[in-house]
Nanobody, 120 residues
Framework: VQLQASGGGLVQAGGSLRLSCTASGRTFNSYTMAWFRQAPGKEREFVAA????????FYTDSVKGRFAISRDNAKNTVYLQMSSLEPEETAVYYC??????????????WGQGTLVTVSS
């Protein structure tokens, strides 16, 4: 499985962005898809995940109510709609495919990352 993330960019605090991640292969819906982020000098952290069916979603507490993860299995694509962005959320955002957890070790495949910069 190869993952290609896109949609990052520069946004003002309080603004919105939508990230996309498109996967190759025919087994997309068998994977939990997740978004992680890594700020400069910090560990990569879990942001959100969505089950293969799309019926179950999971979020880290700090983004609940502001971010929404979704997927379109017909397009092999997962999305992360982000709103009310804060400067401290500036990071490289990575999509990942694997087995659900909030630990990056359970995800077998990773995209290249897309940079989100939130200006104050």
């Amino acid at each position: 499985v190869q993952l290609q993330a896109s949609g990052g960019g520069l946004v003002q605090a309080g603004g919105s962005l939508r990230l996309s991640c498109t996967a190759s292969g025919r087994t997309f819906n068998s994977y939990t898809m997740a978004w992680f982020r890594q700020a400069p000098g910090k560990e990569r952290e879990f942001v959100a995940a969505i089950a293969g069916s799309g019926r179950n979603t999971f979020y880290t507490d700090s983004v609940k109510g502001r971010f929404a993860i979704s997927r379109d299995n017909a397009k092999n694509t997962v999305y992360l709609q982000m709103s009310s962005l804060e400067p401290e959320e500036t990071a490289v955002y990575y999509c990942a495919a694997g087995t659900y957890s909030r630990n990056k070790s359970t995800y077998d495949y990773w995209g290249q990352g897309t940079l989100v910069t939130v200006s104050s």
